[in-house]
């Protein structure tokens, strides 16, 4: 009798335990809501495909009363990183207010979410909670940080100052000021213009150090301490950002904005002449992180795609900037770019519409090859290498010269693009967020292999879609930019069964639950999901494919890569009121 009643009360035990975690096991969530005019989606996971029937439904209900205001099926969304997935879409719901789910099967409940985490919708809500922590709270902090005397923001994890992610950052407080300066009080705008000058002048000094070092005039070092090195894209990058720089402050400081064009100037010049800069070593490390053929330890002497787009988009700046001879040379690298294409005939299962890395190689390129800030050559030739095909250059040259020529071939490219790599890439996981790339004889994969996570390529892609969107006015596009954003929100793939924070935000102190990076910085955003353990690089392989690691270090890029992403969405939001 005594055993027959431990038996009961064990059972009873799993089932009042199951019951109660249920919720942050299985179901995830944004931890910082939803907006009313976008998607809004949950999501439950398991790795039995029969946890759910096909009628099961669920019930939004009320925090402050219980009250039911809205139900729906659940929707089977198949099986992904060895897991089944089903979503719970309540899109069509749209009045503010802090909500709770209950999952049911008829009349009864299977589990709900917790009424202390709730599910908030509300107006312009991810933009109120987090434009301000993301763009500029964390910069004050990381300013505090810095190298002195040198300035700057502290970065990342470690104290250095990479002059590449200072580039991405100052983008970012560019797309704020050009893509939502009515959203911004006066003393926020002049924290902007404050933070471009602390940013660019950083720049600045990593172009002196180079020349100090005895490079030609209008390199850039990486880092003003610890390393030396100069890369390609480094170069490009300051050549567009400091133009664009210089013409988004040259009324308030003409003499400041004349320096920086000048610095723009000088950089593409010297990257003309002396670039691509190779650097290499003798180990797998390329090969990893390019998806090139294992045994290919070194690249070849030709530009990489992404530098290439960074040389268009710093002559679209300069052109914009007054300096008008840039323009054919903004059409020269296009032209460079298109050759690179992938055609329907040569496409990757089904895929095309991307880009080869070269012309010499058949390997696409990847949305993310940054790995680290340190000195090694393989890091060193990949550093900076943030921006994942980002095509906005190619759709301001449309708009710009809506006559010449090639603008129906620069159309056709964008939409071969959007069309047939990013919708079906999003497509291939039910959260919509934009793949690393197409593995040769892997496919697409998201985390295998991988240095560090990934999150600010979820930030770009939001700006990609939205501005996809804006061309083509499809719907799809809204889908994958909110999934990009939400992901980081809390609504993925979760971080640790029979762990109470299950479903968390990955902005540090934004959201009913988040994580921390190791500075406990507000506003900051985690490297997030890996599948092979923060800062190593193993052989990418659809077995290892998988969301199983949290990587913890905060960096000043995943903000960056947020922002823009966000005031692309704001900026479309502004036309739905």
Same mark, same amino acid.
């Given at each position: 009798?005594h055993k ?7 059972l009873t ?23 009313m005019?976008l998607?809004k ?29 809205y ?13 089944y ?6 899109s ?10 209950k ?10 979410s917790?009424?202390d985490?709730?599910i908030?919708?509300?107006?312009n809500?991810?933009?109120?909670k ?11 902090i ?17 104290p ?23 959203e911004?009080?006066e ?6 213009y404050?933070?471009l000058?602390?940013?660019a ?24 301490r ?8 480094n ?5 567009? &950002?400091? %133009? $664009?720089?210089?013409?988004?402050? @040259?009324?308030?400081?003409? *003499?400041?904005?004349?320096? /920086?064009?000048?610095? !723009?100037?000088?950089?593409y010049?010297?990257?003309?002449t ?19 053929p ?9 530009w ?8 268009l ?12 001879e840039?323009?054919?040379k ?6 460079? &770019?298109? %050759? $690179?294409?992938?055609?329907?005939? @040569?496409?990757?299962?089904? *895929?095309?519409?991307?880009f /080869?890395?070269?012309? !010499?190689?058949?390997?696409t390129?990847?949305a ?11 890091k060193?030739?990949?550093q ?20 010449h ?7 056709k490219?964008?939409h ?12 291939q996981?039910?959260?919509?967020i ?5 593995y ?9 292999g ?19 969107y ?12 909110t ?5 980081i ?6 971080f640790?069964?029979n ?15 988040y ?6 910085m507000?506003?900051t ?12 690089l193993?052989k ?29 969405l704001k900026?479309y ?5």
């Open positions: 009798m027959i009643y431990s038996l009961i009360f064990l035990s799993i089932c009042t335990f199951s019951q109660e975690s249920f919720d942050y096991r299985y179901l995830t969530y944004s931890q910082v809501g939803y907006d005019n998607p989606v949950a999501m439950i996971q398991h790795k039995d495909s029969t946890l759910l029937s096909e009628n099961v439904s669920y019930t939004l209900h009320k925090i402050v009363n219980d009250k039911k205001v139900s729906g099926k659940i929707v089977s969304q198949g099986k992904k990183w060895g897991k997935w089903w979503k719970v879409d309540f069509n719901y749209k009045i503010a207010g802090d909500y709770y789910l999952i049911k099967k008829g009349k009864e409940t299977l589990f709900k917790k009424k985490l709730p908030k919708i509300g107006k809500l991810i933009w109120n987090t434009w301000y922590p993301t763009a500029l709270h964390h910069l004050h990381r300013d505090s940080l810095s190298y002195k005397p040198e300035g700057g923001w502290k970065d990342c994890g470690s250095l100052q990479e002059v590449s992610s200072h580039i991405i950052m100052l983008n970012a407080l560019c797309d704020l000021l050009e893509l939502t300066p009515n911004l009080k003393s926020e705008l002049q924290e902007v404050h933070h000058v602390v940013g002048n950083y720049v600045s000094l990593c172009q002196d150090k180079a020349k100090e070092l005895g490079f030609q005039e209008g390199a850039v070092i990486h880092e003003m610890e390393n030396y090195k100069v890369v390609t894209g170069v490009a990058k300051t050549a567009m &950002i400091l %133009a $664009r720089i210089s013409r988004l402050i @040259k009324n308030k400081n003409p *003499l400041l904005a004349e320096s /920086y064009l000048e610095r !723009s100037i000088k950089a010049s010297w990257i003309s002396f670039g691509p800069v190779l650097h290499w070593d003798n180990t797998n490390n390329f090969a990893i992180t390019h998806g090139a294992f045994g290919m330890h070194k690249p070849p002497k030709e990489m795609t992404r530098d290439l787009m960074m040389m988009w710093a002559s679209l700046e300069l052109y914009k900037s007054g300096e008008t840039y323009k054919q903004a059409i020269e690298y296009a032209n460079k &770019i298109m %050759a $690179r294409q992938v055609l329907k005939k @040569k496409s990757e299962e089904g *895929l095309f519409g991307h /080869y890395t070269y012309d !010499s190689f058949d390997f390129e990847k993310n090859i940054h790995c680290g800030a340190w000195n090694a050559n393989y060193a030739y990949n900076g290498g943030h921006f994942p095909h980002y095509l906005i250059p190619f759709i301001e040259m449309r708009k710009l010269w809506p006559n020529a090639d603008n129906k071939k620069w159309n490219m964008v071969d693009f959007a069309y047939h790599y990013f919708i079906p890439a999003t497509n996981n039910p959260f919509k934009l793949p690393a790339g197409y040769k004889d892997e496919g697409l994969l998201n985390w295998s991988w240095y560090h996570g990934h999150n600010k390529i979820f930030g770009y892609a939001a700006g990609l879609a939205m501005e996809f804006h061309l083509y006015g499809d719907e799809q596009f809204i889908d994958i930019a999934g990009n954003l939400q992901w929100t809390g609504l993925h793939s979760g640790h069964e762990n109470p924070d299950f479903s968390a935000s990955m902005i540090v102190s934004i959201g009913n639950r994580k921390e990076d190791w500075d406990a507000v506003g955003i985690t490297n997030g999901f890996e599948a092979d353990g923060q800062f190593k193993e990418p392989s659809k077995e290892t494919d998988l969301p199983i690691v949290f990587g913890d270090e905060g960096g000043i890029h995943h903000p960056a890569g947020w922002i823009s992403g966000l005031t692309r900026a939001l502004n036309t739905k009121e």
